[in-house]
């Protein structure tokens, strides 16, 4: 009875029995052959691929529109809202901050980001970020959440929650591929640090006793083993006899499938691999176009998230309407000066925008008469060309007569 009013209402039984990756994750437990989060973090190209992602996002203007009734859009600075996001969300977390790690938990959690705005008088005062796991969400067969610190129910207006494709994170859904490029990575550090050089078997055609064993084991070991003694000259003694170990073909393309799970890791993510600086196939002319993808395709899709469930959050459902949060994506999409100005100059002259557009693009001060449109490659005040230069003015009848 019990289970099928669980089931009507939508709440979910969590279950140590069949306990998902993140579940495990709480008590530091793992599913088999998969290492814990806090080593696939470690894997390098799993946190460039997450810093690339949240820092990225985090280092945007954040500005809050007000749209009129024509649908124009103009910046509110003095809304409360703008005054939060301006600086710092409280006292002890900067707006950079707060949205990179919304953005680092949705990536490593399947719980998303999350975070509590506390009010007063109706509006957002501070907007507090709790360590995952603190914050519990549960959903309804509707797909409505419902939040909890332990066991204090939250009013869903008052969270913000950036959540990944599929609700689950794009490190949980990647975890196979981690747990590879970690274990190829210490193979690689084992290598290195342990590893006898040469490399063989040794073979001993008297029979030999543990303490033997062991005693020859640990010689050897001090002898030529580490990087340190590698290339050192072996000894051998009761006419023992060496073999040298061949590769496999997967020892001999260790690098390349080192290299592989780069490229693995990077499609969780839907990171280009340049950005990981996997640059075997980096060129200058597709270069430029991973710069893009990665803003087009990996970006993007977080800032719209961002910009909604800020929006849903910070305000009220009156204010929705009217207003809207905005990340300025200018910074990210910005060419040379060159290229800019070029660009800049062709739209003054094209009359799609005028000049202090163009001098608030660049960061400049606007100046008196910049807001008129026009082609400003054009000289309209030139003089006539038929019109005959100073110098060749003929003397007047009087200087004539002089003459």
């Known amino acids: 009875?019990?289970?099928?009013?669980?089931?009507?209402?939508?709440f979910e039984a969590?279950?140590?029995?069949?306990?998902?990756?993140e579940l495990l994750s709480l008590f530091g437990g793992t599913l088999p052959g998969?290492?814990?989060?806090?080593?696939?973090i470690d894997v390098p190209v799993v946190n460039t691929a997450i810093r690339a992602i949240s820092e990225a996002a985090a280092t945007l203007n954040i500005?809050?529109?007000?749209?009129g009734d024509d649908g124009t859009e103009t910046d509110d600075p003095q809304h409360p809202v703008a005054k939060l996001l301006n600086d710092h969300v409280n006292d002890w977390t900067s707006t950079f901050e707060m949205v990179r790690d919304l953005v680092v938990q949705a990536l490593t959690y399947d719980a998303g980001g999350i975070a509590w705005i506390n009010r007063v008088d109706g509006k957002p005062h501070e907007i507090i970020m709790y360590q995952p796991g603190v914050i519990s969400v549960v959903y309804a067969n509707t797909g409505e959440p419902s939040y909890k610190i332990g066991d204090k129910p939250l009013d869903a207006a008052d969270i913000i929650h950036l959540r990944?494709?599929?609700n689950r994170s794009p490190l949980t859904m990647a975890m196979k591929a981690i747990s590879v490029a970690w274990h190829l990575e210490s193979h690689a550090h084992n290598l290195f640090k342990k590893g006898a050089r040469p490399g063989g078997v040794i073979k001993f055609k008297k029979t030999m006793g543990d303490e033997g064993l062991k005693k020859m084991k640990a010689g050897w070991r001090a002898a030529f083993?580490?990087?340190?003694?590698a290339g050192e000259t072996a000894v051998l003694w009761d006419d023992a006899d060496f073999q040298q170990l061949t590769l496999n073909s997967t020892d001999s393309q260790?690098?390349?499938n080192r290299k592989f799970q780069i490229i693995e890791i990077c499609r969780a993510f839907r990171l280009p691999p340049g950005m990981a600086y996997e640059l075997d196939r980096v060129t200058y002319n597709n270069g430029e176009q991973q710069g893009q993808e990665f803003l087009s395709y990996s970006l993007e899709p977080w800032l719209h998230a961002l910009e909604t469930c800020l929006r849903r959050a910070l305000f009220s459902a009156d204010d929705r309407s009217s207003y809207r949060i905005v990340f300025d994506r200018d910074d990210l999409t910005r060419a040379s000066l060159t290229e800019r100005a070029t660009a800049i100059n062709s739209l003054i002259a094209s009359e799609t925008i005028n000049p202090n557009t163009g001098r608030d693009w660049l960061g400049l001060q606007p100046y008196v008469g910049g807001e008129k449109y026009?082609?400003?490659n054009i000289n309209v005040t030139a003089p006539d060309k038929a019109a005959k230069p100073a110098n060749d003015v003929p003397p007047k009848p009087d200087e004539r007569a002089a003459a």
């Open 34 to 40: 998969l290492i814990p989060r806090a080593q696939a």
């Open 1 to 10: 009875m019990f289970d099928r009013l669980k089931s009507a209402f939508g």
């Open 374 to 376: 026009g082609n400003r």
């Open 14 to 21: 969590k279950t140590l029995a069949d306990p998902s990756p």
């Open 63 to 67: 500005k809050v529109v007000r749209i």
């Open 164 to 166: 990944s494709a599929f």
């Open 254 to 256: 260790f690098l390349e």
């Open 225 to 229: 083993s580490g990087s340190d003694n």
